[in-house]
């Protein structure tokens, strides 16, 4: 696999540190998630929720996020933990944290203390806003990296309310971004030798994601508005209705745009119609435009119209809820969601991992650990601890 | 820099492509970017435009998303262009493309013909729906991945329609999981000594971005509803109106949300309020809570209780828009946001880079390339070409 002789020790919680984590896991990284012995990631107390084998409630979204990693409790708090901790540094290539800016230097695990253990160490970070800036030590959640990054300020229906994307995207973009530094800074050590830290701020990546809205904000000195389902510099490339629901159209060039004319609305008149005749135009006509789409999608449904469209060579495709993506071909063949079956969840259905590739394919081997169920084999294997050190260990609630 | 040792030959246009060898050449990767001799990236065209020195419409849309990157142009359907092509490649880490899938084969220039060439290389294609699957061909644009991935089916205000993100969020997500694949693919290589293939499609990478909704519909059988900016699990946990717009508040839990009501909603009843008790009363009755909090905030402009929430602890924050998040203290020193002067352009601002590796800081360091601007400096250090011989390619159109 890909990655499989890295070694990632995981301190992450929740989501955005999660996700980054299971993209390494699932290229084949040795993921070693360390959690408190009290009780661990918050999300194993996170819906949805499954009556497990033992008659227990147990959480499907640590489960999911957490497949294809390995499960330790370690105190940091305590100085054995602290120990047992620098002891697993030396061995790793890798370790991630999302908590608040500081806490893990209050520790004494911070990157300073871990690199005089381990120079080649890659110390990772994802916060709400990063190891530095005045808005450092805030607290950072997913909506607040939406609605201050940008994203919630363009989104939402035309003359409606800023509207977040609906799902927790700014820790999606976090995960994906601590993914790139991770392996970044693992390429460049193959340089160097030497580690470093690699700081993510979801707010920071959520403007990233806001592509050229600041360009074109400088160039025009307006605010960009909520538009629906339209962009600014494309017409007509819309949701459109049909009997039963919307289809996307995208014509977005002169090419398609007449194509759409001449062989769907059989209108050949609106490619030289002056309000239509170039892009400007039929950006300034764009409620035109839809009627007569509208009244010539009006006698299809959705499913009819993208055939009809897509026949035509014109980009088009249905809007899908989970549950039409969850049956669609396109997507088990691209194996984007996977059956897996977990020792007390039972059979259940995670996501897959986007990035395809083809000859180290990343997979779901195993499911999401119980909580410090591998303290033996991680610690037993990696720092060649006894049944008796693990056990007293145990009783101190060290692990 | 990170990337300093590899070279990738960029063959994608438009964004999703751009984005993904934007952020390689920000960490120092050696980027060229080759283009059609006849007018180049189509993005060459976008807007916004900027009057350039020589009096004429240039895009700064292009100029941001290629800067770092050295150009050089080459037409692949002439036998001489794919001879260049081919030689470029024996010297290269990484080829990525985002033509629709095939068109690199029937170009005699697909993954199977270049390995022939040189087994490490690293091919990478960006495409709507990837290489393999009943939706391959179809022609994939921003669009159609937000509508057919599931984002927009669960972005919208409470019974609105469904709405996509309001950037071009597919491309995005495609550029970064791209970003992900090569520097795996780079990584195994390193293991192995063979590149290999590696497959995005905008699609998939929209599905892994909606995170657990399928879990959540699996399980209970019900569609996501759109509900603005709420969230299935946690509340209160939204925008809330103040005097001059909304505040962010996000109190995902017991201890968050008794701070809120003792400090600043001074309404502890609320805490043993039966309806409010717990998570799942708190979701139920989130109209009834937020009605509360309204009538507090109202006295506050957004800056305020902004101020007085983060005061007592509690997440929130302001929901930005460009203008604000182009003059945030936070946001400079982040670095989110550069200066440039482009030869003909200008002083610009380009957006910066989201992945802070701290000892190999990506930077904006050249801006983007000319159509050819490259040619002799790349054509001539790569392969050894002479200016005859340049000149000879130029006349034939090759270059």
Chains 1, 2 share one sequence.
Do not use: W
Not at 15 to 35: N, S
Not at 99 to 105: E, S
Not at 246 to 272: F, S, W
Not at 308 to 317: E, V
């Amino acid at each position: 696999m890909a990655l499989e002789d890295l070694t990632v020790l995981d301190l992450t919680r929740v989501l955005a540190g999660p996700f980054c984590t299971m993209m390494l896991a699932d290229m084949g990284a040795q993921v070693i998630k360390i959690e408190v012995p009290d009780g661990g990631d918050d999300t194993r107390t996170y819906p949805p929720f499954r009556e497990n084998v033992n008659g227990e409630r147990e959480s499907l979204y640590f489960a999911n996020i957490n497949r294809n990693k390995k499960g330790i409790t370690l105190n940091l708090k305590a100085p054995e933990g602290k120990e047992v901790f620098r002891r697993l540094v030396k061995k790793a290539d890798v370790v991630i944290e999302n908590y608040r800016p500081g806490v893990m230097d209050k520790l004494g695990l911070g990157y300073d203390a871990l690199k005089e253990i381990n120079p080649g160490i890659i110390y990772a970070a994802i916060s709400g806003f990063g190891c530095y800036g005045p808005y450092s030590a805030r607290p950072g959640y997913d909506i607040l990296a939406q609605a201050m990054g940008g994203m919630m300020a363009i989104t939402g229906a035309k003359g409606g309310d800023p509207t977040r994307a609906g799902s927790a995207l700014g820790d999606m973009l976090g995960g994906l971004h601590g993914a790139i530094g991770i392996l970044a800074a693992v390429h460049a050590r193959s340089l160097t030798g030497k580690g470093q830290r690699v700081d993510i701020s979801l707010m920071d990546c959520v403007i990233a994601a806001t592509e050229n809205t600041a360009l074109k904000y400088l160039e025009s000195g307006k605010l960009p508005p909520r538009m629906g389902n339209r962009y600014a510099a494309v017409s007509p490339y819309d949701a459109f209705q049909c009997k039963d629901g919307k289809v996307i159209i995208a014509a977005g060039n002169q090419r398609l745009y007449e194509k759409l004319c001449n062989e769907i609305l059989h209108r050949p008149d609106m490619i030289t119609d002056p309000r239509f005749v170039d892009m400007s135009g039929r950006l300034e006509n764009q409620d035109a435009i839809q009627e007569v789409i509208e009244e010539t999608l009006r006698e299809y449904t959705t499913t009819e119209a993208t055939e009809l469209l897509l026949g035509k060579g014109i980009p088009a495709g249905p809007i899908l809820d989970v549950s039409q993506i969850l049956e669609d071909p396109h997507v088990k063949e691209r194996e984007m969601f996977v059956e897996l079956t977990h020792p007390t969840l039972g059979d259940m259905t995670v996501n897959g991992c986007a990035v395809k590739l083809m000859d180290t394919k990343p997979s779901v081997r195993t499911p999401a650990p119980a909580l410090g169920g591998d303290n033996e084999a991680v610690l037993g294997s990696l720092l060649g601890m006894t049944k008796e050190e693990l056990e007293r260990l145990r009783e101190a609630k060290v692990i």
